[in-house]
């Protein structure tokens, strides 16, 4: 299948010893995030199609994206990208990893690719142990929004104008809960640097 990747950067300001920190050098119990989900990302697709996402890559970021290969795009320009290939008829997929979300390995995307068979987009969500602050309802909920972060995946024709303007069907991939991290908050890092050590 033809598949594009892309892995969204952090926009998170972080400062370290004054300065602000590179958002290619974050790393949670030793782990590179970035180089991470690169690697991710290679098990997917060839390193032609892996843009990542930034505004403005610092030069941590530009070395990684040299070293492997990839393309650097802007978020909107990478949007605008897909939206031209789906207006010329490419057919294919669109997989979203971000910096801040590792998986384990590809195998929960591969699954997702599957899905676009049957379904124009496939989200990840998964299901936190009982307890954890994710398993309570928003206060204006009755029920938890169990979507993570983990990744997205679309059908390259769901960039075309026509189709960005409406709001089309999601389809939730459960995935489980040792699969992927999250590091939203400094707080997470404990919990996230546990994880990533599992994964070793």
């Excluded at 299948?1 to 004054?18: H, K, P, S, Y």
């Excluded at 030793?30 to 403005?56: F, M, R, S, W, Y």
Aim: charged fraction near 25%; charge should be negative; proline fraction near 6%.
């Amino acid at each position: 299948m033809n598949t594009w990747v892309g892995i969204e950067v952090t926009r998170q300001m972080r400062l370290e010893d004054g300065a602000l920190a590179s958002a290619g050098k974050l790393e949670v119990g030793g782990v590179n995030l970035l180089a991470h989900q690169i690697d991710i990302a290679k098990q997917i697709t060839v390193p032609e199609q892996i843009c990542v996402l930034t505004p403005q890559g610092d030069e941590a970021v530009l070395e990684m994206i040299a070293e492997h290969g990839l393309r650097e795009l802007a978020p909107f320009d990478f949007i605008a990208m897909l939206s031209d290939r789906a207006k010329h008829g490419e057919e294919g997929s669109v997989v979203l990893l971000r910096q801040i979300a590792p998986l384990r390995d590809a195998k929960p995307v591969n699954q997702a690719l599957e899905l676009l068979a049957k379904h124009n987009v496939v989200i990840s969500a998964s299901k936190p142990p009982k307890g954890h602050r994710r398993h309570e309802p928003l206060p204006d909920q009755t029920e938890p929004d169990y979507r993570c972060l983990a990744f997205e995946v679309r059908r390259i024709s769901e960039f075309s104008m026509q189709s960005m303007g409406g709001v089309g069907a999601e389809e939730l991939l459960y995935i489980g809960w040792e699969e992927f991290a999250e590091y939203t908050r400094r707080q997470d890092e404990p919990e996230v640097a546990a994880i990533l050590e599992q994964w070793k």
